[in-house]
RNA sequence: GGCCCCUUCGUCUAGUGGUCCAGGACGUCGGCCUCUCACGCCGAAAACACGGGUUCGAGUCCCGUAGGGGUCACCA
């Protein structure tokens, strides 16, 4: 049994896509799986539209999911006396040659055709022609492909997929301009790098006889194919921006964990009974073709949104408070002791970093707003007694702990003949600005004494001077 | 339009002929918990596209129909 190589091999010409990461994704643990390597390799065949800023951000962009290549990046521009060596070896075997048809010509041909409702295929006019391109001016290369018979790919996913050659027109190897297509050099690099499987979306499962012909032309096996379900948008046509974020950075941007992302676009297209969460050993342990769907699958924020909050809070706070380090504002991340605190207290409650870094923000900064209806509805004149007497009771605690700042609480309760919650919310919207946060002893506690105190007595005098700064709460 | 693929709750899916009057999860709705918001817990509504076969028995196998998607470049 050999040993297993899959790739990932995407063309530099934009971001990193949530299809293609998916893509890379399930070669890359489906190498994990099997104990096999896993390549990376550019497409950057069209020099017109590739980019060395897509490269970079197709790069960080599988860095940050956490799939990491064991071989490349391999780039395809630099590769071309294997594809020179490739069409000798075709040419020469007969299967493939020159086409002198011009680009106006086969348009024409093609836009006929659909008119008339048939087929639009090449009507391979300079097959047996013997064109030549140093006598008879530019060319592209075709293969020579069987005009009858059939092609059966055996598809991993799929099962037996058969095309009639008939449907199968002679594709272009070489442009006018001597650059190879992306047919040629996928099958040459697949070969070189003994690539054993290819997982790629179902948009390419009509491509895969014609890569196959091209295979044998060479005298050569195809490796295994597997064609992955297509992610779709809520209206199920292939996700597309109209669909919302389809760039893998703004799922980054907006707070998800990358282990997180792992997890939801596994899942999208792939299971494993009725689990829904796992860590990365998992999916590298577990994943198989055998788990595959064949039915497109809609992409499904909320449920992301879930999945993210899952692994918040099974990330410990050390790592979670690095991860949110890059949404924190400036001298938010100044102790990082008390950050890790932060985020401990918070993360029960986070749904994205962003949310968290938000919820943090009333604990590691002064420079706060605090929302104008919470003040309006808590810290009236009752409120503001209240809160009086409950910094009384503060004021006489000699240790700063959950219990003694309960028992403050507890007595400023007697003194008031209250509830608590006539007095925690004052006391939250005070401290928090906000009516929503962790319980709060808990935040007087991470809060500490110092910033407990004055905060309280910032409320009252800032109020009444009408110096608070308020605004609505952000989201 | 030709070819190819797909079809279980709104969504992601379990299900490989009988244990399925179809299970889990997100979301939704109701309730409990409660100092707020979450978390957690309990409960509810919600699906085998349709029609024929095969079989003692079909969500599971076969054939059709319908619907959806993909693809038909000197893009990848």
Known sequence: MPEVRTRFAPSPTGHLHVGGARTALFNYLFARHHGGSFV??????????????????????????????????????????????????????GHAYWCVC??????????????????????????????????????????????????????????????????????????????PTFHLVVVVDDLDMGITHVLRGEDHLTNTPRQAQIFRSLGQEPPRYGHLPLIVGADRSRLSKRHGATSLDAYREMG????????????????????????????????????????????????????????????????????????????????SSRLELVVELLAERAVTLVGLAEGAHCFLSDDLS?????????????????????????????????????AAFAAALVDLDVKLGKLAQPARVALTGSKASPGIYEVCVVLGRERTLARLQRVAGELASGDLPLAAPAG
């Not at 008339?116 to 060319?139: N, T, V």
């Not at 596994?266 to 009974?273: E, F, I, Y």
Request: negative net charge; hydrophobic residues 40%; charged residues 30%.
């Open 40 to 93: 990376l390799r550019i497409e950057d065949t069209d020099r017109e539209r590739s980019s060395d800023e897509s490269v970079q951000a197709i790069m960080s962009g599988l860095d940050w999911l956490g799939v990491v290549a064991d071989e490349g990046p391999y780039y395809q521009s630099k590769r071309a006396e294997l594809y020179d060596k490739a069409v000798a070896e075709l040419l020469g075997g």
């Open 256 to 335: 998800i964990l990358p282990g997180a992302m792992a997890n939801y676009l596994a899942r999208l297209g792939w299971s494993h009974g009725d689990q829904e969460i796992f860590s990365r050993a998992e999916l590298s342990g577990l994943f198989d073709v055998e788990g595959v769907g064949k039915a497109a699958a809609a992409f499904d924020l909320e449920k992301l949104r879930w999945v993210n909050q899952q692994h918040i809070k099974a990330t410990p706070p050390a790592e979670l408070a690095a991860a949110v380090l890059p949404f924190l504002g400036a001298g938010e991340a100044d102790d």
């Open 102 to 179: 011009s680009q106006e010509k086969l348009a024409a041909t093609r836009e006929a055709a659909q008119a008339s409702g048939k087929k639009a295929m090449y009507d391979r006019s300079c097959r047996g022609a013997g064109h030549e391109p140093a006598l008879d001016g530019p060319a592209v290369l075709r293969l020579a492909s069987p005009e009858s018979g059939e092609t059966t790919i055996d598809d991993l996913v799929r099962g037996p997929v058969t095309f009639d050659n008939s449907e199968l027109d002679d594709l272009v190897l070489l442009r006018s301009d001597g650059s």
């Open 370 to 406: 605090w929302d104008r209806k919470a003040v309006a509805r808590f810290l009236d004149e009752e409120g503001l007694a209240r809160l009086a007497a409950l910094a009384q009771q503060l004021e006489l605690l000699a240790d700063w702990d959950e219990s003694n700042v309960e």
